[in-house]
């Protein structure tokens, strides 16, 4: 089993990054998947979850209307695009697939001028 995210970096405040998760070694279509982030000193939380299918999403109050999750099943890979971008949301960013709790390595996230 393997669970890859990709996509983090430094960027500026306003701004956008699109974070990515690949997996492989099960049956990744049958399984709703979440995302979630830890920054320095803190607790890790959840930031955003998709169905299987990915027909329903559900997401933290500090990322909504900010952030959208989606999905392709078909390459076994699940997605964070985030838009205006705030210092406070800088932290490392975690894949996690839901119902057999297998977790990424993580991508950093630093949003700063």
């Known amino acids: 089993v393997q669970v890859v995210e990709s996509g983090g970096g430094l960027v500026q405040p306003g701004g956008s990054l699109r974070l990515s998760c690949a997996a492989s070694?099960?049956?990744?279509?049958?399984?709703?998947t979440s995302w979630y982030r830890q920054a320095p000193g803190k607790e890790r939380e959840w930031v955003a979850s998709i169905s299987s299918a990915g027909r329903s999403t559900n997401y933290a109050d500090s990322v909504k209307g900010r952030f959208t999750i989606s999905r392709y099943n078909a390459k076994n890979s699940v997605y964070l695009q985030m838009n205006s971008l705030k210092p406070e949301d800088t932290a490392v960013y975690y894949c996690?697939?839901?119902?057999?709790?297998?977790w990424g390595q993580g991508t950093q996230v630093t949003v700063s001028s």
């Open positions: 996690k697939i839901n119902g057999l709790g297998y």
């Open positions: 070694g099960f049956t990744f279509s049958s399984y709703a």
